[in-house]
């Protein structure tokens, strides 16, 4: 376990905030993808929540996450309501099997459903950066266009960078989310998917995804 300082605090949708989190010299090793715990005080370890890093690995002075106000976890509502610059939290990580390891694959989709957006942010930002012939595309789905997180970021990266390509989708206007067709398209390049979202949306890609044979190595998927 780490302590870390909160840097910056960004309203960055109405109910996502971002924290940047200086990491004071110290080390923090993760993937692209994966997720951490947090900690108000290290002598209360029952009063916990992870979250994914948006930031990379890469970036070995702070540590990048978003955070929505959802639920009634208490570390949570400590960011959303009381958390200021200079602050202190204890983190740990990073966990999970749901990552990108840097040169594993030639092709990327990334489907993300609302704050599901995270552990993808982290993907897109490090290929973007260090993986110029890694072909990626990331569709993000939400209902209403006030809760595109990193809209214009994810806007910017695509427009100065060829291999990124930023879709996003609202529901409310009638986009609708991705289906079993643009499945398909996007099949025709054997990309490696990966799915991110709410247990209902992830469950159905996956499905379509197993019926038009593609096979598991080529499916990541992580439910909230």
């Not at 916990?48 to 948006?54: C, D, H, L, P, Q």
Request: charged share 25%; with cysteine; hydrophobic share 35%.
């Amino acid at each position: 376990m780490i302590r870390v300082t909160i840097a910056a605090i960004t309203q960055e949708t109405p109910t996502v905030r971002s924290f940047k989190l200086v990491l004071s010299g110290q080390t923090f090793q993760f993937l692209p993808g994966q997720w951490l715990d947090c900690y108000l005080d290290p002598q209360k370890p029952e009063i916990v929540a992870g979250y994914s890093m948006t930031s990379t690995p890469a970036d070995t002075e702070f540590i990048e996450l978003a955070v929505k106000r959802v639920g009634i976890n208490p570390v949570t509502h400590y960011l959303h309501e009381s958390a200021t610059v200079d602050d202190t939290l204890y983190l740990d990580g990073g966990y999970g099997d749901f990552y990108y390891k840097p040169g594993s694959a030639q092709d990327l989709l990334l489907i993300a459903g609302g704050i599901g957006l995270t552990p993808l942010m982290s993907i897109v930002r490090f290929v973007a950066r260090f993986e110029p012939r890694v072909q990626t595309t990331l569709v993000h789905s939400v209902h209403s266009a006030d809760e595109l997180l990193y809209r214009k970021e994810l806007g910017r990266l695509a427009a100065n960078a060829s291999h990124i390509h930023y879709v996003p989708r609202v529901t409310e206007s009638g986009e609708g989310r991705i289906g079993r067709k643009e499945l398909e398209e996007f099949d025709k390049k054997r990309p490696v998917f990966y799915l991110c979202g709410p247990q209902e949306m992830v469950d159905g890609l996956n499905k379509d995804l197993r019926s038009m044979h593609v096979p598991s190595e080529r499916i990541k998927f992580e439910r909230w």
